[in-house]
């Protein structure tokens, strides 16, 4: 057993060894576990190792004393705070009175979480005698602490240190919270992303990381209620929702100034964050939003208590009954009794895929996001779920491909066990259900039906699976790879869903001629614009291709076999995701000094426009292959074969350079590196063609507008 190492806190003896195991330093934090979420470096809990350090200098000394000077603890580095003369974007209010430990730990916290350096803090003090040892801990020059001459209650005193804020955001914290996550620069992107949000709160969360609150709602009696009080989260939302809690509060300055902060009919405090919000519906058309990519722990009742006879505490019942006064007919419709406040949306899609979205690594997945988004920009609530992905995703790796959907506005559902489809998606009952992929939609559209009988179910074939594999097929003469699903198994289910969406006009004549069924287009992409283009591209050529899909492994192989018995007349570098996998399938071993593999590219458009071509020499596959919209997009010349440019529009075919086999690739390439770079010109026409044929804006008057009225 560990030996405990008792050290003395303020006037608490905790126990320093629990301490070090649970991952928490200082009073309420000894409670609680580290939290287990590694959501990017934008939102994981990036603070554990400076948590850890913490500990360790800790139990070596008396330092971290709620009486310790700011700067004492970061002079240790203890927490992490270097002077910046960086604008300030936001500030952090806290209201206080009395709550030495709450605040303290409070802003600890947030030395140690956040790693923004764009904030400010602001002390609002209501208590007087206080004065002295605020000044004299919090010492560092980024936290401002307003004194009032006399105590003026929690919301006065709030709005009178907001009436004091310059930057153009705050955010409302209780001294008794503290960060869990970063915060600030995912409140802030998220609060940009969207116009309709008023105002934005993190998931709050007890000390056994339960959900205290994601949003709360009022009922049409005018009783309020926490949204999945005592739960855990299981998956990443974006919800729009009745109100949330005046305890954690992110908003522009210009939306609290036009709204005039909290309303003093409801001083000194309770109710006034509802009110806040149904007022910013009502005249601004705003609403207030939570999002669990950001957490914070809550001690409830850890700043006014909870007897509603005591204290501040007691004006909680009579202010409810002020607040539904003044919004009795609002409340009585119902509107703000859901967790998605569903009446507010046009309808409700859930998108079911193989895999979560990697935007940067795959074609598929920027199409798949840029339909997601063309739905949450038509007002859609939309829902995503990967139903082939093992992982659990509270500790993902590609955690910040989560992050890119979330941020657009799509709740991922995560749940690894499909036995129980009613567990995974309860309450969210679809009008539309987008079943993605052969596989997914073959295993899934029958109890996908029997759940909701009215939903419209959409197939995604996302290209014409059973064409791709009879190639692959056909070109590794091996009859029984690939060999899961068939054409029939395609064509079974094109006739049971109720739409199907195809990437290309070829396929879509390819069905209607086998089947007589029209299918709808569905390739869309959301694509960068350039800054300045570069003006000297290298002397070579560039591929790029997963090394998850058969026919990106085909068509190295063949440049390595072409490089090997001929020979290659201009370097070319090879890019993509799951490289390492591409590499040990590959038959060709040998390597050369004319193709070098690069990894991963994360800056597609930028890297690609570094390049003088791109190849696209394919072998099998099936659809609009990607890899040549982004060629084209970056303004490389582009060498492909017939199969490659299959269900290219004649606009863009022109502009392509066709070759029947390997034989010419050389004289292509001499041919290619002779002609000057694109110019701004013909780069716009050609991305004007782009984005009529391919961009999100034929998705959204082709299928967006049809999908809920048809």
């Known amino acids: 057993m560990q030996k405990s190492v008792k050290r003395y806190i303020g006037s608490k003896l905790i126990d320093a060894g629990i301490i070090k195991r649970w991952g928490f330093i200082h009073r309420s934090f000894s409670s609680a576990p580290r939290p287990k979420e590694a959501l990017s470096s934008r939102v994981e809990d990036n603070g554990a190792a400076m948590q850890f350090q913490a500990q360790a200098k800790f139990l070596d000394a008396d330092l971290l004393h709620p009486n310790k000077p700011l700067s004492l603890l970061n002079e240790h580095g203890l927490i992490s705070y270097q002077r910046t003369e960086a604008t300030k974007l936001i500030t952090i209010v806290i209201p206080y009175y009395a709550n030495r430990d709450g605040l303290y730990n409070l802003i600890f916290s947030i030395y140690t979480v956040e790693p923004s350096a764009n904030y400010q803090i602001l002390i609002a003090n209501d208590n007087p005698s206080e004065s002295t040892f605020l000044a004299e801990t919090f010492d560092l020059d980024n936290i401002t602490i307003i004194n009032n001459e006399e105590n003026l209650g929690f919301l006065k005193n709030t709005n009178n240190a907001i009436a004091h804020v310059t930057t153009p955001y705050l955010y409302l914290v209780n001294d008794d919270c503290y960060f869990l996550t970063p915060a600030l620069e995912v409140l802030k992107d998220l609060y940009d992303g969207h116009e309709n949000i008023g105002v934005l709160s993190p998931s709050i969360e007890n000390s056994n990381r339960a959900i205290i ?96 006879a005591a204290g501040i505490k007691k004006y909680q019942v009579g202010n409810q009954v002020i607040f539904n006064k003044f919004h009795k007919s609002t409340v009585k419709t119902g509107f703000f009794e859901s967790n998605v406040l569903r009446d507010s949306y046009d309808g409700t899609l859930l998108f079911i895929d193989s895999l979560i979205p990697a935007e940067d690594q795959d074609s598929g997945s920027q199409d798949t996001l840029a ?37 657009i506005g799509t709740d991922i559902i995560i749940n690894n066990d499909f036995r129980d489809p009613q567990v995974i998606f309860d309450n969210i009952n679809p009008d539309v259900v987008v079943l993605s992929r052969l596989p997914v939609a073959a295993r899934l559209i029958k109890p996908i039906r029997k759940m909701w009988p009215s939903a419209k179910i959409i197939f995604n074939t996302v290209d014409l699976h059973s064409l791709r594999l009879a190639r692959a097929q056909k070109k590794d ?25 195809v990437v290309s006009e070829f396929e879509r004549d ?64 090879i890019y993509g995701s799951n490289q390492d996998l591409m590499l040990n399938q590959l038959k060709n071993k040998a390597r050369s000094e004319n193709i070098t593999f690069k990894g991963h590219l994360p800056n597609l458009n930028q890297g690609l426009s570094q ?19 982004d060629y084209l997009w970056a303004g490389c010349h582009v060498i492909a074969n017939p199969l490659a440019i299959e269900g290219f529009p004649d606009e863009l075919v022109e502009t392509i350079h066709i070759i029947e086999s390997l034989d010419t690739l050389n004289a292509t390439i001499e041919k290619v590196l002779e002609l000057p770079s694109k110019t701004a010109a013909e780069l716009q026409t050609t991305q004007a063609t782009i984005e009529e044929h391919f961009g999100m804006g034929r998705f959204e008057r082709e299928i967006v507008r049809d999908i809920f009225t048809s």
């Not at 990967?386 to 959907?405: C, G, L, Q, V």
């Open 371 to 407: 339909q997601l988004q063309s739905f949450n920009a038509a007002n859609i609530k939309t829902y995503f779920y990967a139903a082939d992905d093992p992982r659990d995703h509270t500790e993902n790796p590609r955690s910040d491909y989560i992050y890119d959907i979330v941020r």
């Open 611 to 629: 390049y003088a071509f791109g190849i696209a020499y394919l072998e099998s596959g099936a659809g609009v292959k990607g890899k040549i919209i």
């Open 510 to 573: 390819f069905i209607r001629d086998h089947i007589g069924i029209t299918a709808k287009l569905s390739m869309t992409k959301k694509f960068d614009k350039f800054a300045a283009l570069p003006d000297q591209r290298k002397k070579r050529g560039v591929f790029i291709g997963s090394g998850m899909h058969t026919p990106n492994i085909q068509s190295v192989d063949a440049l390595l076999r072409f490089e090997k018995t001929v020979g290659l007349r201009s370097p070319i570098d």
């Open 213 to 308: 609150e994601m949003g709360a709602g009022i009922d049409r009696t005018g009783e309020a209620f926490h949204h999945d009080r005592g739960t855990f989260s299981r998956g990443y939302h974006l919800r729009r929702v009745g109100y949330v809690s005046g305890c954690a509060f992110f908003l522009s300055k210009a939306i609290w100034d036009k709204m005039g902060g909290f309303n003093e009919l409801f001083s000194p405090g309770y109710w006034e964050d509802a009110d806040f919000c149904l007022r910013l519906f009502a005249e601004e058309e705003k609403f207030a939003y939570v999002s669990n990519l950001v957490r914070l722990f809550h001690a409830e009742g850890g700043s006014h208590g909870t007897d509603l």
């Open 477 to 501: 003469a091996n009859p029984k790879k690939l060999a899961r699903f068939g054409w029939l198994d395609e064509v079974r289910l094109i006739l049971d869903a109720d739409e199907t969406w």
